[in-house]
């Protein structure tokens, strides 16, 4: 079984459009983040939610909104794409206990905005 | 504020050759170190850590030591293979005060690839 689970793996779209992507965690994780990975492999946080609380809301145009229906679900919804919103979306969990701190990546959803 | 630098990639090795890829670390108190890799097509991984000074973290030959002293967690490997080709990240873990939330800032990636 995926412990960390993402759909879709592709999104390709026009722009204006609004699109969701969803991630899922079995792993029985505290905490759950998105990640975007641009062009150059470069990998920034972009959100981080704790028992479905926002903890973590980096500098993201606020067409960006996350939302955590349950603490292993957390989806991501993009309104009015940009070109510029082409990237790798991760979602990763967590359950960070100090000294023992891990990350679980999803494989990714790549969006290209046309 | 809290960071981690990394050499520019890409870098490009003969199999068997030895791989260093560096990595410095910016940070208050006393992090936990750590390296991704990101396989063509897949998301990060895990593949070692090191949760204080002078600590080795190793696996699948690769290792690296928590140096306090230069702030450092250079990743090793003495004979890498086609299949070691990825993306390697260094990491560190960053806490509030009262240490209940946690985060990882990730370099910004090294690009291998080893030639046969």
């Known amino acids: 079984d995926t412990a960390v689970s993402q759909t879709p793996k592709y999104l390709v779209t026009q722009m204006g459009n609004d699109k969701s992507i969803k991630c899922e965690q079995n792993l029985g994780h505290d905490t759950m983040y998105w990640y975007k990975q641009d062009s150059k492999k470069f990998l920034k946080i972009m959100f981080s939610?704790?028992?479905?609380?926002?903890?973590i809301n980096e500098t993201v145009p606020n067409r960006f909104s996350p939302k955590s229906p349950d603490k292993a679900h957390l989806n991501l919804h993009i309104n009015s794409l940009e070109l510029g919103d082409s990237a790798v979306y991760f979602c990763?969990?967590?359950?960070?206990?100090?000294?023992?701190?891990?990350?679980?990546f999803g494989s990714g959803t790549q969006l290209s905005v046309l | 504020g809290d960071s981690v630098t990394q050499m520019e990639g890409p870098v490009t090795l003969s199999e068997e050759a030895f791989l260093t890829i560096n990595c410095t670390y910016t940070a208050t108190g006393y992090p936990s170190l750590f390296w991704y890799v990101q396989y063509p097509g897949e998301g990060l991984q895990l593949l070692l850590k090191a949760t204080k000074a002078d600590d080795k973290g190793s696996n699948k030959g690769f290792e690296a030591t928590y140096r306090k002293e230069t702030t450092s967690f250079h990743l090793e490997k003495g004979s890498v293979q086609v299949s070691d080709s990825a993306v390697y990240f260094c990491?560190?873990?960053?806490?509030?005060?009262?240490?209940?939330?946690?985060?990882?800032?990730f370099g910004k990636g090294t690009k291998l690839s080893v030639k046969p």
């Open positions: 990491a560190l873990s960053v806490w509030d005060y009262g240490g209940s939330q946690g985060n990882l800032i």
């Open positions: 990763a969990s967590s359950q960070l206990d100090r000294g023992n701190e891990k990350l679980f």
């Open positions: 939610y704790n028992n479905k609380e926002l903890i």
